[in-house]
């Protein structure tokens, strides 16, 4: 009776103590899920001020171009009206003073025009991120539901944990209401810039749709997306399912799905229909410090609607500038020439003002260099200064004035340079890159409508990009006399520089597929899948020759030596990678499959774990909730986008060598062109003058 007694008031005791211990544990549980859901609240706010700031930065400077080509306007409006020449001058001098005057008026009601378009273009479009996709993740009431825990929680976690010893083995509760505890299971970092290996594109790992309906459906979980968005979330996450990959237990997080839309880059980022909200307890986890995140990337798709017109607005605000000082070098020519016969005076103001359309044109340029845009510059100087030249020579008659019956030698070659300098602005300001936007990035003001600094464009102030291409490229400088220092960074350049790294981080991300599936037992592999795998490893092989060549002939290059000591020459197996490289591998934790089993009965589907070699059919999903699933479609859809990079590297390497050995007379066959036009011009006139 004593022995009973002394148990039960022993069993009573620890009965008491796990209880207390169960209360305390759910107590720091709920605090840290409501603390979480706090800060995920207070990042998604953080999300909404970079929206609204990117949006501002483009309404303030649209609403800055607005008001200075409204004052440029007004200005030539002023010379058409108020300040008409009343001197009897040349009707060619009158010609090239109105059509200048016109185009200064053409170019800047452009500017203003798109300006306006810009601004209501971008709150427009700032306004359908905020309201349709950068949602604040507030929590549902299911998940709010799933935070409880109830005594009667506590007599269902067996006697095991009940009746525990204090100091003996660990105890794991069992959350019977509420969502199921990650504790012992840390997850992992889903979008692969977090790890160790720098510059690395997310892990194209695909939803896929799930197995036939023998497999058991996944618990229901709470939703990973809130705000209004959310039911067409789900809608647009089950319409994006394919044969690729399969998600057990846990829905994906944006990383993944940002991966997914990398595997078909056919798609469009923002579609009209079946919206993804942005939100989600992983994003919590994968904070990327000052990269760009998933909002500044769905805002930068979005600019490429309206960055022309940012970038054209400024264009066109330069050129009616530049024609506003054509028209008052005009003006001043027939004050000081015509009617004064002030030749000094005429002369300097003619100087001064063409002197600040070149200082102009090299600020506004940074895709020239400045031998090149001083020679642009000299074709458009060209007109005031033949038109001051026959003007001073002209013949006067009593009182000093032009004879009316003069002819001018000279006045046409004054339209005709006018029209070559237009010609050659018009191909300085045509879109430069293959991108979307179709920005001019020879001008310099398109360098910052990236605050990311991580465009295409040009960066003039990288004085290390100055390095040539190759030893052609170097002895043209050499020639040519020029400073390495003072030189601009040259756009092709900047591309092979580009193409040099993403045709690398291509192929490290196959490289990191073939090897996980390598990985893989043979028996699990059909004899399909061993065809595929095979000739997936002969791609990678060839393609991956190819681009360690070819970076090694660009080295001198910026980022590409750092770029080629990280890549593998020879593929290496998983088991010889060391632990740290197989955490750091962008798919670590990514299950490889799907294979199929014939038991005699029916076919079931199975996924097998590189890391702790195991087998897990579908019934098996909870036992690894939120894993992915790396399908040899997957790998096949890497292999196709190395296979693109690494074309492109080649295209583009051939075309700079080609422009290379075509540079050193680029600038004497502009010189040759511009004095033929100008002689067969001036013969044809002749020829119909007399």
């Known amino acids: 009776m004593e022995l009973l007694m002394a148990a039960g ?54 609403d800055v171009y607005h008001l200075v080509g409204a004052l440029f306007l007004e200005f030539c409006i002023v010379l058409f009206c108020e300040g008409r020449v009343q001197a009897s001058a040349p009707p060619f001098l009158l010609s090239l003073f109105l059509l200048s ?52 929680d506590y007599e269902r976690q067996g006697v095991a944990n009940l009746l525990r010893l204090p100091f003996q083995d660990q105890q794991e509760w069992q959350q019977v209401h509420g969502i199921e505890e990650s504790d012992s299971q840390p997850s992992q970092p889903s979008h692969p810039e977090t790890r160790a290996r720098p510059e690395k594109t997310p892990a194209p790992v695909a939803p896929v749709a799930p197995p036939p309906p023998v497999a058991p ?81 769905l805002f930068r798709q979005l600019q490429s609607k309206w960055q022309c017109y940012d970038a054209y607005c ?8 530049n024609q506003i000082l054509q028209g008052l070098s005009y003006y001043c020519i027939c004050h000081t020439l015509v009617e004064n016969r002030s030749p000094t005076t005429g002369y300097a103001l003619v100087t001064l003002f063409q002197s600040t359309t070149i200082a102009l044109a090299v600020l506004d340029l940074a895709g020239l260099r400045r031998r090149e845009i001083l020679a642009v510059q000299v074709v458009g100087i060209m007109p005031c200064l033949l038109t001051a030249w026959g003007v001073a020579h002209g013949n006067r008659i009593e009182g000093g004035v032009l004879d009316p019956a003069q002819t001018y030698m000279l006045s046409p070659l004054s339209f005709l340079c006018q029209v070559l300098w237009l010609e050659l602005w018009l191909r300085v300001a045509a879109p430069h890159g293959d991108d979307q936007a179709k920005l001019p990035r020879r001008f310099r003001q398109v360098l910052f ?25 170097g002895e043209m400088f ?14 092709d350049d900047e591309a092979l520089i580009a193409a040099a790294q993403r045709a690398s981080s291509q192929l490290m991300m196959a490289q990191c597929g073939v090897r996980r599936w390598s990985a893989a037992p043979s028996w699990a592999l059909s004899r399909q899948q061993h065809k595929e795998l095979e000739a997936l490893r002969d791609q990678l092989k060839n393609w991956g020759s190819t681009i360690c060549t070819e970076l090694e ?55 097998f774990e590189i890391e702790t070699q195991r087998t897990l059919f579908e019934d098996a999903a909870k036992q690894c909730p939120g894993a992915l699933v790396l399908s040899l479609q997957a790998v096949a859809a890497l292999i196709k986008d190395l296979e693109e990079a690494a074309r492109t590297l080649l295209e583009l390497r051939s075309t700079l060598r080609c422009l290379a050995e075509s540079s050193r ?26």
Request: aromatic share 8%.
């Open 9 to 62: 008031l022993g069993a009573k005791e620890l009965f008491t103590y796990n209880r207390e211990n169960f209360k305390f544990d759910q107590d720091q549980r709920i605090e840290r899920e409501a603390l979480r859901l706090e800060m995920q609240v207070k990042r998604f706010e953080l999300f909404r001020e970079d929206v609204r700031d990117l949006v501002e930065l483009t309404v303030d400077r649209m």
């Open 101 to 152: 005057n016109a185009c200064a008026f053409i170019y800047l009601l452009l500017a203003v025009w798109l300006s306006m378009h810009a601004s209501i273009a971008s709150h427009s479009f700032g306004v359908r991120l905020l309201t349709r996709f950068v949602r604040l993740p507030i929590p549902s009431m299911k998940q709010i539901a799933g935070l409880r825990s109830t005594l009667k």
């Open 217 to 297: 459906a996944p618990a229901p979980v709470a939703p990973m997306s809130f705000g209004p968005g959310h039911d067409r979330s789900e809608r647009s996450e089950r319409s994006e399912r394919s044969d690729k990959a399969t998600t057990l237990g846990k829905p994906l997080d944006s990383q993944a799905k940002q991966g997914s839309n990398q595997i078909n880059s056919g798609q469009n980022l923002l579609p009209e229909q079946d919206e993804t909200v942005i939100g989600g307890e992983d994003l919590l986890s994968c904070s990327r410090g000052a990269q760009p995140e998933r909002h500044v990337q």
């Open 314 to 321: 400024r264009v066109c605000m330069g050129l009616g500038v």
């Open 449 to 473: 409508l990236d605050v990311f600094g991580d465009s295409s464009g040009w960066d003039p102030h990288d004085r290390d990009n100055n390095c040539e291409d190759d030893v052609i490229e």
């Open 478 to 491: 050499k020639q040519l006399g020029a400073n390495a220092k003072e030189e601009e960074k040259d756009a």
């Open 553 to 607: 002939r660009c080295c001198r290059l910026k980022g590409i030596t750092e770029a080629l000591r990280n890549l593998e020459k020879e593929l290496r197996a998983w088991s010889e990678l060391s632990l740290e490289e197989q955490s750091a591998d962008p798919f670590a934790g990514c299950l490889v499959g799907p294979f199929e089993h014939d038991d005699g009965y029916k076919t079931a589907c199975y996924h």
């Open 665 to 690: 007379c680029c600038l004497d066959a502009m010189t040759f062109n511009l004095l033929k036009y100008s002689v067969n011009g001036f013969r044809t006139i002749r020829r119909r003058l007399f």
